[in-house]
């Protein structure tokens, strides 16, 4: 009977080892521990994720913030990085950000509250700035940030001209309000950040097409004039003489004209002296 032959049925199995239970176990018990252990450990590297990313809020700031200290579009600030005229600018997590204590820095060194030249022409007219500048025809630009961007790129300048800070200076002021009104601009650059040059110049600039620059009566600017005064003074005496002119019919037809630069520069001296009395030098 207890024979292993063929047919013979085969022996019980005896009782399990002891701690077989606790070897089946084992498994489970491993993968619900590493499992505690990676989520514990997942949530300790995102806490000190986020607590990096609030100290780094503190130390930096995004392109959205750094166009709204300079008074200019996010637009403008991708075409500074990508012309690499911004040089604390660094990468972090993909996005541009900016350390908050150089962007003061910059700003303070490129928007210097100086007085610009000392002696101030208080008969300076806009037919003199106008000589002194320059007349540019067929502008592009399909918004104001282009077209500003051609004309000063167009207009003659040498290694003291500083075309960007003229650029962020002027598009400052146009933040708060436009120039344009009745499809002409009249632009120059903000108080806040004070731009001078040697001399006082005008540029007129006749856009090839009508563009959008946000203007308050929705018509598009077909005409710019940039002032760029050599000081304060001169700058607001011909700021406020360009935009009393052109208020007149007449001025506005003769430079929708767009005649030759001589032709042009005589009807701005003709109509300056009909319509504004000639300043007394103080």
Not at 194 to 213: H, K, N, T, V
Request: positive net charge.
């Amino acid at each position: 009977m207890g024979g292993g032959g063929k047919g013979s049925r085969p022996a019980a199995i005896g009782p399990r080892p002891a701690g077989s239970r606790v070897w089946l176990r084992t498994p489970i018990f491993l993968f619900f521990f590493l499992t505690a252990r990676v989520r514990k450990s997942k949530d300790s590297i995102l806490a000190n994720y986020g607590q990096k990313w609030t100290e780094m809020d503190k130390l930096f700031i995004g392109v959205r913030e750094l166009a709204g200290k300079m008074g200019v579009s996010e637009k403008t600030i991708y075409r500074l990085l990508n012309d690499n005229q911004i040089p604390f600018a660094v990468k972090i997590g993909g996005q541009w950000r900016f350390r908050i204590d150089a962007v003061d820095n910059w700003l303070s060194a490129q928007y210097r509250s100086d007085q610009g030249t000392g002696r101030v022409n208080y008969g300076v007219t806009v037919f003199q700035a106008l000589h002194n500048g320059s007349i540019l025809y067929r502008i592009h630009g399909k918004d104001r940030d282009e077209a500003l961007d051609e004309v000063l790129t167009a207009i003659p300048h040498d290694s003291t001209f500083d075309i960007q800070n003229i650029k962020l200076s002027v598009l400052a002021r146009e933040s708060f309000a436009s120039s344009c009104l009745a499809r002409f601009a009249c632009m120059a650059a903000g108080c806040e950040r004070p731009i001078y040059i040697e001399r006082s110049l005008i540029i007129l600039a006749f856009l090839e097409e009508p563009a959008d620059f946000k203007a308050l009566d929705g018509e598009p600017c077909e005409v710019i004039f940039l002032v760029l005064g050599a000081n304060g003074v001169e700058q607001a005496l011909l700021d406020t003489r360009l935009r009393r002119l052109v208020m007149e019919r007449a001025f506005t037809d003769a430079i929708r004209r767009q005649p030759g630069r001589k032709e042009l520069l005589n009807a701005v001296e003709k109509l300056e002296n009909t319509f504004l009395k000639k300043k007394m030098v103080l």
